[in-house]
């Protein structure tokens, strides 16, 4: 018989009743019924109750035992009475009654119980990472990770899709992140750095004459944590193709992604028509380039039934310029009670509130109720009743200013809306190409213009649409939104040296910087560079959807906290003073 099991704890039936087998495992859980012992043993394929009795000779050394004891027991498998099996295990019809036992490791008191539903601090969790990843939940979502990577590369090889190695260490890149930097010993006084993502190297295999890459890739990136996004490191599906148009690499993605939220989003809708939407209109109807489409309400712009108004603050605000008001729709949401709960929603967010109106049945016709119809009287009232396409019933809410002010609350207000009312369809994946981003934007403070998004991607338009106003210049830019998370982000890239000079400088980098920085392609560009583009696509946002998680660390193995610490390793650690004469770095102590 094998040193430490015959079968997995997930394997024995009736059909082995008699036999004599060997299991490995750890305890799951102790109970001690008169005198017998009860014990679910529990490995990475489920469980089985093994019973030991005073008539073993091992059950003195088995009353030791404690939860998460790794131990080996010999024994006979026996069919339960029909009225003690359990129909929930795939063992639950059998026990294993133990005659020979070994510890094969003890277990000290535990920090955090495996077995129920216990909730620990975080960081508890995190610094017991491999108990933690005992428990059935995560022990589910990193069998789901693993299997959706499986699946992402079948289908990417289906697809014709070469897999490549990009290397790790590298030069740096402005990606819209800081990077990690790494000391060079051999060279002293200068720094590699972690990639951000493979941008350039997927670019140079263009040029190198492969015509579809991928690669499921690490990406490091030095960022303030959230609870969507890795304050270190993350995965990507990293893909490149040669010779193609925006629309190619959509419809070449799509059927990989739509495939994957079928085969794992247990039994949810998942869109079949992606719809596209510029960042423009994305921005006005839903205040986020990442719109949770499964919410149907759309903001609209009402500023012209406020013009002129009694209603004074949006009045005198529309006086100046570049300010608006929007209108979020509210379909079911025409009571005073749900009114006044977004308007302390909104508080919260740092507003001062909302302006609201809702309207009700007074039995001799609808009436719009509310500060904001005392003020600007029945016939706006109704224009904005029309336009919106509300009813009896119905509410609708009112935010004004400068949009780069507010657009962001009022997307969180939509979402807000669309939950409490129960707008929000939760069995459904939904998606949407979020495309035409802007390539600069424009620092408010000094008004200085740079890079918005990725500053390697193709202005339409060519060389002639950056001889204008640089933030009227759209890219070939393109994010792919999910419930209300960003999935995917690409671009039809820059290939020519000319233009992509050009971009450059008008984000205040000058050519010789430009080949400093970027040496490695822009020479390569010189040389035939095909048309090219590309995406990425986040492997972890994309398990903690399928996963219906909220928090992406429940979908990575050895997850950093919220402050970029690994607790179990204890990392960032301070280094020896050898490490540092050996790369000639002195370490400054903080500041106060």
């Known amino acids: 018989m094998h040193a430490f099991r015959s079968l997995t704890c997930n394997e024995l039936n009736k059909s082995n009743v008699g036999e004599t087998v060997r299991l490995s495992g750890w305890v799951h859980r102790v109970r001690d019924h008169g005198g017998v012992l009860f014990i679910d043993l529990r490995d ?65 008191e535990l920090p955090l119980m495996v077995f129920g539903d216990q909730e620990y601090p975080e960081e508890t969790r995190l610094k017991y990472r491999y108990l933690d990843l005992r428990r059935e939940k995560l022990q589910d979502n990193m069998l789901l990770r693993s299997n959706v990577v499986r699946s992402i590369r079948k289908r990417m090889w289906d697809a014709e899709f070469n897999e490549f190695q990009t290397p790790i260490i590298t030069a740096s890149s402005p990606e819209g992140a800081r990077d990690f930097l790494v000391p060079s010993r051999l060279h002293p006084g200068k720094f590699y750095a972690l990639p951000q993502a493979p941008q350039q190297f997927k670019q140079l295999i263009m040029v190198s004459g492969f015509d579809k890459y991928f690669q499921i890739a690490p990406c490091f990136r030095d960022e303030d944590p959230r609870a969507d996004r890795s304050p270190t490191d993350f995965y990507q599906l990293d893909m490149e193709m040669s010779f193609v148009e925006q629309q190619d690499v959509f419809d070449t993605i799509q059927p990989v992604i739509q495939g994957i939220f079928e085969e794992f989003g247990g039994g949810k809708t998942v869109d079949m ?43 005198k605000l529309l006086e100046q310029e570049g300010t608006e008001i929007r209108a979020i729709p509210a379909p079911g949401g025409g009571s005073r009670k749900f009114c006044d ?29 509310g500060p904001l119809a005392k003020n600007i009287g029945p016939e706006r009232t109704e224009a904005i009743r029309q336009q919106l396409g509300l009813e009896v019933g119905d509410a609708a809410f009112f935010l004004g200013g400068k949009p780069s002010a507010f657009e962001a609350v009022a997307g969180r207000a939509r979402v807000e809306i669309g939950n409490e009312l129960g707008l929000t369809d939760q069995n459904r994946f939904a998606f949407a190409w979020i495309v035409d981003f802007p390539m600069y934007e424009a620092d408010e403070e000094t008004g200085e213009i740079d890079f918005s998004h990725n500053p390697f991607s193709m202005p339409q338009g060519g060389i ?39 971009a450059f400088e008008l984000a205040g980098y000058g050519e010789d910087e430009v080949r400093k920085r970027f040496g490695g392609m822009v020479n390569a560009f010189k040389y035939g560079a095909p048309p090219h583009g590309g995406c990425a696509a986040g492997i972890d946002r994309i398990v903690m959807l399928l996963a219906d998680e909220a ?29 540092l004469r050996e790369l000639r770095l002195r370490v400054l102590p903080p500041e106060e």
């Open 44 to 108: 990475h394929y489920g469980m089985t109750q093994v019973i030991c009795d005073p008539d073993s000779a091992v059950f003195a050394e088995l009353e030791k035992v404690r939860s998460e004891w790794c131990i080996r027991v010999d024994g006979e498998v026996k069919a339960r009475d029909e009225s003690l099996v359990n129909a929930k295990l795939p063992t639950g019809e059998i026990e294993v009654y133990v005659r020979d036992m070994e510890v094969l490791g003890a277990a000290e």
């Open 341 to 369: 709960r977004m308007n302390a929603f909104a508080q919260k967010e740092g507003l001062p509130g909302m302006g609201y109106i809702f309207w009700r049945d007074q039995g001799e016709g609808m009436e719009a109720a």
């Open 551 to 579: 928090n992406i660390r429940e979908v990575i193995m050895f997850p950093m906290n919220q402050r970029a610490e690994d607790l179990m390793m204890a990392a960032p650690s301070d280094p020896t003073n050898e490490q």
């Open 273 to 315: 028509e992606w719809e596209q939407i510029s960042y423009r209109d994305a921005a006005l109807w839903y205040g986020t380039d990442k719109p949770d489409l499964r919410n149907p309400i759309k903001m609209q712009v009402v500023s012209e039934h406020f013009k002129g108004s009694g209603f004074a603050i949006f009045a």
């Open 464 to 502: 002639e649409a950056l001889s204008g106003d640089p933030l009227e210049v759209l890219g070939y830019q393109y994010d792919l939104a999910c419930n209300g998370y960003e999935l995917v982000s690409g671009a039809i890239r820059n290939h020519k040296p000319e233009i992509m000079f050009k």
